[in-house]
């Protein structure tokens, strides 16, 4: 896409730079919303939920904020480094399916873990 731009309207001065800085302000609101989310999510749903008491203020949410971008971020450079992205897969995939196999197979096997 940015070659697109550049090239197509490489004619007109200073319209490529504000069609990505567009392209890019689009994609920072949509992570910026994904992160207010979250947060709202986390007050709401856990801190409520362990502390019935605690009156969450807007000075909380803009913490859980910033723990959740920099949780975000730190995540981001320890997938870059890990490898390739099918081993990563390979490897969630693996960590995921044996437990939940294993529940299948309790559930499924014995009469001590379903509802009769």
Known sequence: MPYFITSTLSDLPGVPGLCICGIFSASLSTVSS????????VSEDFLKTI???FNVTVFHNKVISLVCGALCVAISFLIASL???????????GLVAGPNLGAFLLAACTTATNEQ
């Open 83 to 93: 490898g390739s992205l099918v081993k990563m897969t390979i490897l969630i995939v």
């Open 51 to 53: 502390f019935p008491k």
């Open 34 to 41: 994904a992160i207010n989310s979250l947060a709202a999510v």
